[in-house]
């Protein structure tokens, strides 16, 4: 019965972008309640439901939910009309026509990109352009782009509309959990303005990095093998992916607003121009927030110390996970 009402949703949503013509190079304005602090429920059309983005890309499926691999038969690269229209990212095969009703395969192509992170596949040598994007549920996709700019415009485009759009998540207490499990995200829109958005994900950050010292503080003994390992394996990872989504959303936010622009076009340029900020929203190794220093400052000296000696070895076998995310 949901998974109907989630089909009838998205053709809805789908249908009514007919109401206007597309153009490849065009983004509507990201209007939002700024210092009013009206949610956008308020709003007589939702802002999520605006079109960000549209343009063909080339499709290849490499993990499905949780981070599973995806079968071999079914990794094959697909070209899509792609069009991002709120937080959710359809792929339509050929290119879109007002006319042309929501197929049941354009439904299951369909990506919903709420608590998702989009990233430039640096290392994935194969194919020139290519982006990789993590779903909420851990899905992993390649996108082929057409050109580096291309490329560029969709990976700022995904982020800023998840960042500006997810909404805060459940109540986790991943600490204490015996089994590992990552927590369900809302795939809602956010009601927070946009300032409450920042602050939201700001606090995750201050939570996830916190975990995440405390986590590498007492790493696993060398001899522990099996469930024990994986499990904190499995922690590290999660919450080093969070840490770097949270900070990303809360760095193109922020950019945002200092550039005080809705039109996408524009804060692109802006973004690409200042160079603080160049590799906010695509690299997996993000450096540390301010935030997260903060968080962890309060820690004895001793604790620092160890870690920091016990996170390097993990830092870089974290960044060859991503690695092997988009390579193979």
Known sequence: MRQDTDEEELRKSFSELGDSPL????????????SSRKPLSDRMEPTGMLLYKNGFLVRKVHADSDGKRTPRGKRGWKTFYAILKGLILYLQKGEYRPDKQLSDEDLKNAVSIHHSLAMK???YSKRPNVF???TADWRVYLFQAPNAEQMQSWITRINTVAAMFSSPPFPAAIGSQKKFSRPLLPGTMSKLSEEEQIRSHEARIRAVSTDLAELRSFPPDRK??????????LRDEYLDFEKTRYGTYVMLLRAKIRSGEEDL?????LL????????AHSSPTLQDSSLASQASSSR???SKASACSSSRPRQEGQRNSYRQAVKK
Do not use: N
């Open 23 to 34: 153009d490849s190079d065009a983004s509507r304005p990201m209007k939002r309640v700024g």
């Open 121 to 123: 596949a640096s290392d």
């Open 132 to 134: 990789y994007l993590r």
């Open 224 to 233: 522990v093998r099996g469930r024990e390992l994986e499990e904190y394996r």
């Open 265 to 269: 076009s524009v804060f692109e340029s």
């Open 272 to 279: 690409l121009e200042d160079s603080s900020l160049q590799r």
């Open 300 to 302: 004895g000296t001793s």
